[in-house]
Every structure is written in structure tokens, then in C-alpha cells.
């Protein structure tokens, strides 16, 4: 006669199933849960990632990386790229992509390499004749016979006898405020810091 309390179903089988799982579990319940996963408009799964405020789809998760990556770069590109400051003993030094300052009745001089340029300013002079012309691609009035350059009025000829503004070539005025160098190489360095003696 088989044993009634040891029988499938009963009481006493179904209380030791109980002790051997919660043994394993540590006593602790443990509760299954399965994340049903949703298809999108064409019938194809869509996985989604549980995070504590809901469910976050794959489409969202790539959106906020890109939202992250985007305000990196332009961090970046504001720290190294942008942001007017002093650079040597003359010059200021500018964003490759910057738009400079504009200045009223002065202009600029600059050199550039891979990242930033470096610009020297100066005033234009007043011109000391009655019709001063103006350069077409506009800056610094000038006279006839007579060039502006750098902040001064230097007659036309005389050789190479100006200090170009690169702080490295000699420079020459000529007809129409053309204004004539050597081709010396030089860098930022040295049209922005004083030479030492």
C-alpha cells in the first residue's frame, strides 16, 4: 500500500520542495521576473535596457551617447580653440575659426599655425593730406605716394628699409599702398615677443 503523505501532490512533498529552495536561496524569496520585449512599427523586436526610472530603448540610449559626445567637442573646441587672450609681448591669440573683435580706425597683422593665429594691432595714422585715399579690400587710409603701414606713414621707395610687422623681413613701400617684403621665414614667436639684446 503506497504511501499516502509521500504521494505526488501531497502536503509533506510539497513542504520539502519548499525547505530545498528556500536552502539554496539562503531563506531569502525569490521572485522571476521577465521583461517582455516590445516590437516596434515593422514587427521586429526591440531591445530595451531596465533602468530605475523605466525602460530605456536602444534608440534612446545611442541619442543621449551622441547629446554626451556633442557637449565634449564643444567643451573641447572652446578650451583649446577659442577665448581672446595675450600671447607674448604684442599680440593677441585667437581661434583658427574665430571671428576677431572688429577694430574702429585700426587693423591687424597676423600669422597662423596648425591651431591658433596670433595678431598684432595697431591704430591707423591720420592721414596728412587733403584726399586720403582708402585700399580697396579696406583697412588704413593713405596718401598718394605714401604708404600705411603698421600704424605709420612711409613714403614710397627707399628700399627695403621698413621692419615688417612678422618681426623677421624687411618691407618696402610701392605704388598704390603695395607694400613689398623678403621672404624670410618666421613664426609667432618672434613677431610677438621682444628681442632680447
Known amino acids: 500500500?503506497?504511501?499516502?503523505?509521500?504521494?505526488?501532490?501531497?502536503?509533506?512533498?510539497?513542504?520539502?520542495?519548499?525547505?530545498?529552495?528556500?536552502?539554496?536561496?539562503?531563506?531569502?524569496?525569490?521572485?522571476?521576473?521577465?521583461?517582455?520585449?516590445?516590437?516596434?512599427?515593422?514587427?521586429?523586436?526591440?531591445?530595451?535596457?531596465?533602468?530605475?526610472?523605466?525602460?530605456?530603448?536602444?534608440?534612446?540610449?545611442?541619442?543621449?551617447?551622441?547629446?554626451?559626445?556633442?557637449?565634449?567637442?564643444?567643451?573641447?573646441?572652446?578650451?583649446?580653440?577659442?577665448?581672446?587672450?595675450?600671447?607674448?609681448?604684442?599680440?593677441?591669440?585667437?581661434?583658427?575659426?574665430?571671428?576677431?573683435?572688429?577694430?574702429?580706425?585700426?587693423?591687424?597683422?597676423?600669422?597662423?599655425?596648425?591651431?591658433y593665429k596670433y595678431c598684432k594691432s595697431y591704430n591707423c595714422p591720420t592721414p596728412d593730406c587733403t584726399y586720403p585715399l582708402r585700399p580697396a579690400t579696406g583697412g588704413c587710409q593713405y596718401c598718394k605716394d605714401y604708404c600705411s603701414y603698421g600704424g605709420i606713414m612711409y613714403p614710397i621707395g627707399g628700399g627695403f628699409s621698413i621692419n615688417c610687422l612678422d618681426g623677421s623681413n624687411r618691407c618696402a613701400c610701392s605704388t598704390n599702398n603695395r607694400i613689398l617684403k623678403t621672404r624670410i621665414g618666421t613664426s609667432p614667436r618672434r613677431m610677438c615677443f621682444k628681442k632680447l639684446t
Not at 541619442?63 to 557637449?71: F, G, H, N
Not at 567637442?73 to 581661434?95: A, H, P, T
Request: glycine share 10%; aromatic share 8%; with cysteine.
Open 1 to 115: 500500500m503506497p504511501n499516502k503523505r509521500n504521494a505526488v501532490g501531497s502536503p509533506s512533498r510539497a513542504m520539502g520542495k519548499k525547505r530545498r529552495t528556500s536552502s539554496r536561496t539562503g531563506g531569502k524569496k525569490v521572485q522571476s521576473e521577465e521583461i517582455a520585449q516590445k516590437k516596434d512599427g515593422a514587427g521586429r523586436k526591440r531591445h530595451v535596457k531596465k533602468t530605475k526610472e523605466g525602460y530605456l530603448s536602444q534608440e534612446q540610449g545611442y541619442k543621449m551617447l551622441r547629446i554626451s559626445l556633442t557637449v565634449i567637442l564643444v567643451i573641447v573646441l572652446l578650451e583649446k580653440s577659442y577665448g581672446r587672450e595675450q600671447y607674448g609681448d604684442y599680440c593677441e591669440r585667437f581661434g583658427l575659426d574665430e571671428i576677431e573683435p572688429f577694430i574702429f580706425n585700426g587693423e591687424r597683422f597676423c600669422l597662423s599655425d596648425r591651431e
